[in-house]
């Protein structure tokens, strides 16, 4: 069952491609999209993951980080971050496998992986906004976004 709008996201623990490990506590105190990808390197998620790059500046603009979660490997996260010049944390949900998606509600068991979900926080890490496409090869509706954030 996925988190929904006034919950407290959970605590955890992930590292970011530069191996270095953010926790939840990380983010008290600004505004942060974790947003949950099921595929580095497939179609669906290389338009989403530039969508969001191509977008940075309205996101800064509203005071608010982000942060990607997927269940792949962190070299591969790596290598996805460079391939498209991503500035923003990716974090490695690999092991033990996808259990932050599960805490988050978004993980598929059936596939493996975290469904496209994007969890708007506020400062306390309350969530106050999800964004999501239930079906594996769908995209995020980026009109959800455009309007959350005025991008035109």
């Excluded at 977008?55 to 509203?62: E, I």
């Excluded at 942060?67 to 996805?80: D, G, H, K, L, S």
């Excluded at 993980?107 to 999800?130: K, Q």
Aim: aromatic share 14%.
């Amino acid at each position: 069952m996925s988190l929904n709008i006034g919950d407290k996201i959970p605590n955890f623990s992930l590292m970011n491609y530069d191996k270095e490990t953010l926790q939840s506590d990380d983010f008290l105190g600004k505004k942060t999209m974790f947003v949950f990808i099921p595929f580095p390197f497939s179609s669906v998620c290389d338009g989403e993951i530039c969508q969001l790059r191509d977008n940075m500046d309205a996101f800064k603009s509203a005071e608010t980080d982000t942060v990607m979660i997927t269940v792949a490997a962190r070299p591969t996260n790596e290598a996805w971050a460079n391939h498209y010049n991503i500035t923003f944390p990716i974090l490695a949900d690999f092991w033990p496998h996808g259990e932050v998606s599960k805490e988050f509600g978004c993980f598929h068991d059936g596939a493996g992986i975290s469904l496209r979900y994007t969890y708007i926080t506020d400062e306390n890490n309350v969530i106050t906004e999800i964004i999501k496409s239930d079906e594996i090869g769908v995209e995020r509706d980026f009109g959800a976004y455009k309007e959350k954030f005025n991008i035109s």
